[in-house]
T-cell receptor, first 117, second 113 residues
Framework: NAGVMQNPRHLVRRRGQEARLRCSPM?????VYWYRQLPEEGLKFMVY????????ESGMPKERFSAEFPKEGPSILRIQQVVRGDSAAYFC???????????????FGEGSWLTVV | GENVEQHPSTLSVQEGDSAVIKCTYS??????FPWYKQELGKRPQLIID?????GEKKDQRIAVTLNKTAKHFSLHITETQPEDSAVYFC????????????FGTGTKLQVIP
């Protein structure tokens, strides 16, 4: 049973370019979360999605950032017109459906490290 | 919304000693409290968790306690080893209409050989 899969693992973008980060949840999981982690800092919640629905995007910057989790395919975190301050590790996590016996636990992917030069 | 505070931010212990990390939460509706360990450059990994109907849980050298009345929970690591060196995050989870996970700010644990 593969874990949460993220790609790319490392991404370098020039200022002003777009970054797309992909996340495939664990098999059977229908909830996806995205977190951002700056160097030496904690996990900052960005967005929580189910298939075709954004449930909570209270942690997403209002501009340049968007997320989706289509019916088919991985969840995508998109950052437009990247700036140096976007350089961070972006972690995706997934959890089983609410109502599953242990639906609380979230499992993290290996992360995508974005560097903006 | 939920607010989770975690202390200390850094902790150094001698190998073999115990380490204790404490967290408090604000929302009495939170009902699940996992702990994650993150090594440098790697993903956070679940090491132990506790649900609101339990006061204590132990797994080998790791234990977690929960005081619902005071809204705080703690991680205890006994007989620490150098490989325990990492950043530890606590979290509080509320399962209402949807699941919301709030993390503490992390504790950097250094075990000195």
């Amino acid at each position: 049973n593969a874990g949460v899969m993220q790609n790319p693992r490392h991404l370098v973008r020039r200022r002003g370019q777009e970054a797309r980060l992909r996340c495939s949840p664990m098999k059977g999981h229908s909830h996806v979360y995205w977190y951002r982690q700056l160097p030496e800092e904690g996990l900052k919640f960005m967005v929580y999605l189910q298939k075709e629905n954004i449930i909570d995007e209270s942690g997403m910057p209002k501009e340049r950032f968007s997320a989706e989790f289509p019916k088919e395919g991985p969840s995508i975190l998109r950052i437009q017109q990247v700036v140096r301050g976007d350089s961070a590790a972006y972690f995706c996590a997934s959890s089983p459906p609410i109502g599953d016996t242990d639906g609380n636990t979230i499992y993290f992917g290996e992360g995508s490290w974005l560097t903006v030069v | 919304g939920e607010n989770v505070e975690q202390h200390p931010s850094t902790l150094s212990v001698q190998e073999g000693d115990s380490a204790v990390i404490k967290c408090t939460y604000s929302d009495s509706a939170s009902n699940y409290f996992p702990w994650y360990k993150q090594e440098l450059g790697k993903r956070p990994q679940l090491i132990i968790d506790i649900r609101s109907n339990v006061g204590e849980k132990k797994d080998q050298r790791i234990a977690v306690t929960l005081n619902k009345t005071a809204k705080h929970f703690s991680l205890h690591i006994t007989e620490t080893q150098p490989e325990d060196s990492a950043v530890y995050f606590c979290a509080a989870t509320y399962r209402g209409g949807y699941q919301k996970v709030t993390f503490g700010t992390g504790t950097k644990l250094q075990v000195i050989p």
